[in-house]
T-cell receptor, first 115, second 110 residues
Framework: DTGVSQNPRHKITKRGQNVTFRCDPI?????LYWYRQTLGQGPEFLTY????????KSRLLSDRFSAERPKGSFSTLEIQRTEQGDSAMYLC?????????????FGSGTRLTVV | EDKVVQSPLSLVVHEGDTVTLNCSYE??????LLWYKQEKKAPTFLFML????IEKKSGRLSSILDKKELSSILNITATQTGDSAIYLC??????????FGAGTRLTVKP
């Protein structure tokens, strides 16, 4: 499978717990993006990497959220001390060059439910 | 404030109908407009538009950009139940920013 892969597909966690999601982009894509999507809304930008460098972070990304891409390949998104408002679909996308010129390829997402 | 607005938010039609979905935007340094189809999970790419007035077509779907009106339309002719999905419009702007609209939820009834 040469698409964008995300794990896990679903995660149910208790409020206050930490969770970590993984994204494996298309191998030749050097740009990786994290988005959050809630019901009835389009994806909202969270953060973006070019290779291993995190170049941009949204104001939506509070200090409970941290993302890494240590070797410029896969990325992880960690949410600490989860809150019910964190319940959403977390989408990862990758692109070869500027997404605004070439578009994204999205993964299937990780659906997080905080109970 | 940069924004992307899609209309209608939801639409219910019957098989065989033709639908037109709208996307309007206000962004700085526009680069491109993209349409995606989202069924149960990941959005899948439909079209990328950068030039005004040039129609892109794929089967029963077509789309066109109007930079003067800061908008785009997505047309689907002879709709089928498999067209039921959320259609997302995204606008690329500035260096690498991309903003999505809230989407149009299309339901095609048999």
């Amino acid at each position: 499978d040469t698409g964008v892969s995300q794990n896990p597909r679903h995660k149910i966690t208790k409020r206050g717990q930490n969770v970590t999601f993984r994204c494996d982009p298309i191998s030749e894509h050097n740009r990786l993006y994290w988005y959050r999507q809630t019901l009835g809304q389009g994806p909202e930008f969270l953060t973006y990497f070019q290779n291993e460098a995190q170049l941009e972070k949204s104001r939506l990304l509070s200090d409970r959220f941290s993302a890494e891409r240590p070797k410029g390949s896969f990325s992880t998104l960690e949410i600490q001390r989860t809150e019910q408002g964190d319940s959403a679909m977390y989408l990862c996308a990758s692109s070869f060059r500027q997404a605004s010129n070439y578009g994204y390829t999205f993964g299937s997402g990780t659906r997080l439910t905080v109970v | 404030e940069d924004k992307v607005v899609q209309s209608p938010l939801s639409l219910v039609v019957h098989e065989g109908d033709t639908v037109t979905l709208n996307c309007s935007y206000e962004v700085t340094n526009f680069r491109s407009l993209l349409w995606y189809k989202q069924e149960k999970k990941a959005p899948t790419f439909l079209f990328m538009l950068t030039s005004s007035g040039i129609e892109k077509k794929s089967g029963r779907l077509s789309s066109i950009l109007d930079k003067k009106e800061l908008s785009s339309i997505l047309n689907i002719t002879a709709t089928q139940t498999g067209d039921s999905a959320i259609y997302l419009c995204a606008v690329g702007y500035n260096n690498n920013d991309m903003r999505f609209g809230a989407g149009t939820r299309l339901t095609v009834k048999p």
